[in-house]
């Protein structure tokens, strides 16, 4: 079965500075999707960005790009100039050949004015 | 165009009480999920429906039950509520049609707060 580890609980960062968030993933698929979800204090979980394996190049979505290594079976998310409104819950997604996505602990961000 | 729209938001059961989770989706998604979410834990899969009549587990599926009678509706049942199921639920849709299953989007709903005292 595959899993997906997020290694920090909670990050903090800078308004306006960089931040990367880390996720590892294990599967024996070698095709797959990965996604970062983000979920503020509202609860509502909104879809941040979409990775597909098969493909190199990292997706970027304006101020928010990954860092895909296929290889090492890793997934980070960077965000540039940190704005409060990212202040949320970010969750690691992996889903490959079943309809099922399976969902990282989470990384609790916090962005200080 | 609402997306997915859950009810209640909030509920607080005795235990043993029974009830029902609805969740309705009017975007046509042929996929419906239920999540739940615990603190520290991310989102587990309860249950998962691929189409009308269509229904499996997912990695929690003790103590609920859902039934897909129509495209639009996924229904959770809790029977016989327990304090374990005190969490957050959320109710998920997508659409299917793409290259691979996995690359589905999901829309979620808002979330239901539920609390067995």
């Known amino acids: 079965a595959q899993t997906v580890t997020q290694s920090q609980p909670e990050m903090s960062v800078q308004e306006a500075e960089t931040v990367t968030l880390s996720c590892t993933y294990d599967?024996?698929?070698?095709?797959?999707?990965l996604f970062w979800y983000k979920q503020p204090p509202s609860r509502q979980m909104i879809l941040v960005i979409r990775?597909?394996?098969?493909?190199?190049q990292n997706a970027t979505e304006n101020r928010f790009s990954v860092n895909f290594q296929k290889a090492a079976k890793s997934f980070s998310l960077k965000i540039s100039d940190s704005q409060l409104g990212d202040a949320a819950m970010y969750f690691c997604a992996y889903s490959g050949g079943s309809e099922k996505l399976v969902f990282g602990k989470g990384t609790k961000l916090t962005v200080n004015p | 165009n609402a997306g997915v729209t859950q009810t209640p938001k909030f509920r607080i059961l005795k235990i043993g009480q029974s009830m029902t989770l609805q969740c309705t989706q009017d975007?046509?998604?042929?996929?419906m999920y239920w999540y739940r979410q615990d603190p520290g834990m991310g989102l587990k899969l309860i249950y998962y429906s691929v189409g009308a009549g269509i229904t499996d587990k997912g990695e929690v599926p003790n103590g609920y039950n859902v039934s897909r009678s129509t495209t639009e509706d996924f229904p959770l049942r809790l029977e016989l509520a327990a304090p374990s199921q005190t969490s957050v639920y959320f109710c998920a849709s997508s659409y299917s049609g793409q290259r691979l299953p996995g690359a589905n989007v999901l829309t979620f709903g808002a979330g239901s707060r539920l609390t067995v005292l």
């Open positions: 975007m046509n998604h042929n996929y």
């Open positions: 599967t024996s698929e070698s095709d797959y999707y």
């Open positions: 990775q597909e394996a098969y493909k190199q």
